[in-house]
């Protein structure tokens, strides 16, 4: 397997970083409303939940703890994050959302480069409340890899909403199979 | 679940792949060589592979089947989609590619949207190599669910080049898992 480890200098994790705004733009702007709201059934969720996911992330979770960590190192873990913080909110637009998630995300990533963090940085640890001590690197990299989860997630979505209609290919759509 | 079947008339079945290349654009155009030639392991495919993929989708699947079943029905089976056709070609940029798949989607959608398929058209049968007798319903549907199984594989590929950087957070990433 080729590897493509995350490296120092800063500015390469944000290759993909920057782009999920976009992508999930391009994806999800103005489709109708049966393809933003249906799900993978009970208890899942929808496009529209994935986004508003990813802005609760920005909100609580991806800066916040790069701040939180180089201020308190390893001796008070983070705030737990609240996975569905989103689904208490009160129902919002795609494009709304979309609007949200790209300004937040510009936003991160332009504290993130003015906070300037070294190689010595990124060894730095702090204290997860389940998984207890973690690196600065791998909480930034699980941000790069959160994105792409959620953008399978979407993949998903809506593959699995066609599993009835594409018959025998089933078989051969990833996409469309059932949970396993 | 809520259900989002595919409605007649056709231009609701285009949503979702009119948007795939601008997606897969957002994605990828300008990345460096090592997220572009990050694979899963040997025998997988990069994300450029993966667009060389849907491009030979659009030549020799997509709209080409749709011409085959009408003239043909059941009495003639498809020609084998060759699944792999893009490895025998040479190296290309990603640049070349995703321009490539953008102007061939199009033209698939424009001449989907001139031969003017009835509900009844979609109901007609053809016959698959392997699989028998199909729709072109089905044929339709699983051109959607095809292109969302490869944004699927686009952020698994990704995610998995991260496994071994998140370190404990891998529990909750399911792109950066290994293959099941």
């Known amino acids: 397997m080729k590897s493509?480890?995350?490296p120092a200098p800063l500015p390469d994790w944000t290759d993909l970083l920057r782009r999920t705004p976009t992508l999930v733009d391009?994806?999800?702007?103005?489709?109708p409303d049966r393809w933003l709201d249906v799900d993978e059934g009970p208890g899942t969720w929808s496009v529209r939940n994935v986004v508003g996911h990813l802005i609760e992330g920005e909100r609580s979770d991806w800066l916040p703890r790069v701040r939180h960590l180089l201020r308190h190192g390893e001796a008070v873990a983070f705030p737990p994050f609240d996975r569905v913080a989103q689904e208490r909110r009160g129902p919002r637009s795609i494009e709304e959302l979309l609007d949200e998630f790209a300004t937040m995300r510009a936003e991160s990533l332009r504290e993130l480069h003015a906070i300037g963090l070294t190689p010595t940085d990124l060894a730095r640890t702090g204290r997860h409340p389940e998984f207890?001590?973690?690196t600065l690197r791998q909480?930034?990299?699980t941000w790069v890899a959160h994105d792409q989860t959620h953008a399978m997630q979407i993949a998903r979505i809506f593959g699995r909403s066609l599993a009835a209609d594409v018959g025998p290919w089933r078989a051969y759509l990833r996409a469309a199979r059932p949970p396993e």
């Open 26 to 31: 391009a994806w999800l702007r103005g489709l």
């Open 4 to 6: 493509a480890p995350l």
């Open 132 to 134: 207890g001590v973690v």
């Open 139 to 141: 909480h930034l990299a």
